[in-house]
């Protein structure tokens, strides 16, 4: 009756903490959910083949982890800059070759993404309106479509895993 599983819907503001409201922090708890999941699909990933092809799909574990925290880069980074830059060329496979040099990548999207909700006061904020390379939308749209978009390639990285267990074989 009247809820949804952040709880009761209410109009007034409970559960926040350094004067955020409460949008504010449910939307901090999904991001930072994400990223431990993140963490946690990693520490289960082999050593080896983290970009092998897997599926009908033709998706890989090391590419969709990416791609998800690149949507969170990209948002956060177009948020608290303006600079939209796809983050395509520096999140390649060669570049981020390894487990380690992943979870290093996974730490500064971290970062990026505390950076953009330091902006971020009050509720209301999430209301003001600025301009994305798809045009005006508020924050509170623009940081749902980033966590529609980060969750998606999440839930794709987690099936390439499964489907490429870490006794699958040789790397790529």
Do not use: N
Not at 9 to 25: C, N, P
Not at 85 to 105: C, G, M, N, V
């Amino acid at each position: 009756m009247g809820g949804s599983e952040f709880g009761p819907i209410q109009k007034h503001k409970i559960g926040v903490r350094d004067g955020m409201g409460f949008y504010i922090e449910q939307l901090r708890g999904r991001f930072a959910g994400l990223e431990e999941r993140w963490g946690a699909g990693l520490a289960g990933a082999p050593d080896v083949g983290l970009y092998r092809v897997v599926g009908a799909g033709g998706c890989s574990f090391g590419e969709s982890l990416v791609r998800s925290a690149a949507a969170v880069e990209q948002a956060f980074g177009g948020l608290t800059s303006q600079l939209w830059d796809d983050p395509f060329e520096w999140t390649l496979p060669e570049q981020l070759s390894t487990k380690h040099r992943i979870a290093e990548y996974l730490a500064e999207v971290a970062a990026a993404r505390d950076r953009g909700f330091a902006f971020l006061k009050s509720d209301d904020d999430l209301q003001r309106d600025i301009a994305t390379p798809d045009g005006m939308m508020s924050i509170f749209s623009l940081l749902l479509q980033c966590l529609l978009s980060a969750e998606k390639h999440h839930a794709r990285a987690v099936m390439c895993l499964e489907l490429s267990p870490p006794h699958a074989g040789p790397a790529e």
